[in-house]
């Protein structure tokens, strides 16, 4: 049976969607939302089209067993924020079973199809796994996720990239809030490389996914376009927001559960961004944040850096 602790219902999902939808703002979490997105994903992943994803599971491959031996023997609660399918999670749970740690997953995530399929794979290893349906963005959620003195040491993993997906500089002080002293925390970033970086994104099977959820609801491709932008943040040097969005070419009438949502011709529906940054960038993040870097390894194509970091 699989556990899954509920913090966000899909009730709350979908008035959160129809809200989106009129405010012309998809959130990162309903790319991940309806099933032919979570389809659209496993896609992008298992193709090797979607460079990330290939970068962020080969340093893992790469470093596991090394990142492994910074964690003593014993209990250790791994906390994966925005696990997905949870597939390079659990290369890494497996290194740290394999140096005596005895391991209990937590995958969070807002998506239920890939909460279960993180637990599953956990679970499959013959480790125990509870997963909780949450959003770590709202302050609520993210209070609920805080450790309990009692608890056992705590790794927090914040993989692909996803640290990119929301705000990075209120993100990571998020996660330092997650962290007692003794916790550690393994994040990733890419590193940005202009025309390059736009490329790995602009391409037919990302394009896919960007566009499910819009598909979902009956928007496609006849109704309008999916333009990417290359963005600078001027509060950071080398903080790079990559931007898309949708610019309807007529007047679309979407649906979700008997509901009409109307977008008329030339306005447009910001979609989901994803940061990258320079590589002294990222690592300033974290620093400003009150994070001391205690590992970092780098993709073989440099384009993909992961850090190992604990309360400075």
């Known amino acids: 049976m699989i556990a899954i602790q509920s913090l966000l219902t899909e009730n709350a999902l979908a008035d959160e969607f129809v809200a989106a939808f009129q405010a012309r703002r998809f959130d990162e979490k309903f790319f991940y939302w309806f099933p032919l997105s979570v389809r659209a994903w496993l896609a992008l992943c298992s ?33 994966s924020l925005g696990s997905g399918q949870g597939d390079k999670d659990l290369l890494l749970l497996n290194a740290l079973s394999r140096h005596g740690v005895h391991v209990s997953y937590v995958p969070v995530d807002t998506s239920l199809a890939l909460l279960e399929l993180a637990c599953q794979g956990a679970m499959g290893a013959g480790l125990p796994a509870q997963g909780i349906k949450a959003d770590f963005t709202r302050s609520d959620h993210l209070a609920a996720l805080a450790p309990d003195p009692a608890t056992p040491p705590r790794l927090v993993l914040l993989l692909g990239n996803t640290l990119g997906a929301f705000d990075p500089l209120a993100a990571a002080r998020q996660l330092r809030a997650l962290l007692r002293p003794h916790d550690l925390l393994i994040v ?30 009956g928007i ?9 932008e290359d963005r600078v943040d001027a509060r950071l040097p080398g903080l790079h927001p990559l931007a898309k969005h949708f610019r309807a070419t007529r007047e679309v009438r979407a649906g979700l559960g008997g509901e009409t949502m ?8 910001d979609l989901n961004h994803s940061y990258k940054y320079d590589a002294d960038t990222f690592v300033r993040i974290l620093t400003d944040a009150g994070l001391a870097v205690r590992w970092r390894g780098t993709s073989d194509d440099a384009r993909f850096l992961m850090v190992l970091a604990g309360p400075a």
């Open 47 to 79: 193709d090797g089209a979607y460079r990330n994803y290939v970068r962020s599971r080969s340093l893992i491959v790469q470093s596991a067993d090394r990142l492994a031996g910074f964690v003593q023997p014993g209990s250790l609660e791994v906390v």
């Open 188 to 217: 990733d970033g890419e590193i940005y490389a202009a025309q390059h970086t736009v490329a790995g994104y602009d391409n037919p099977l990302n394009r896919r996914f960007a566009w499910a959820p819009l598909v979902a609801v």
């Open 220 to 228: 496609t491709e006849q109704d309008g376009e999916l333009v990417f």
């Open 262 to 269: 109307a977008l008329p011709a030339g306005e447009r529906l």
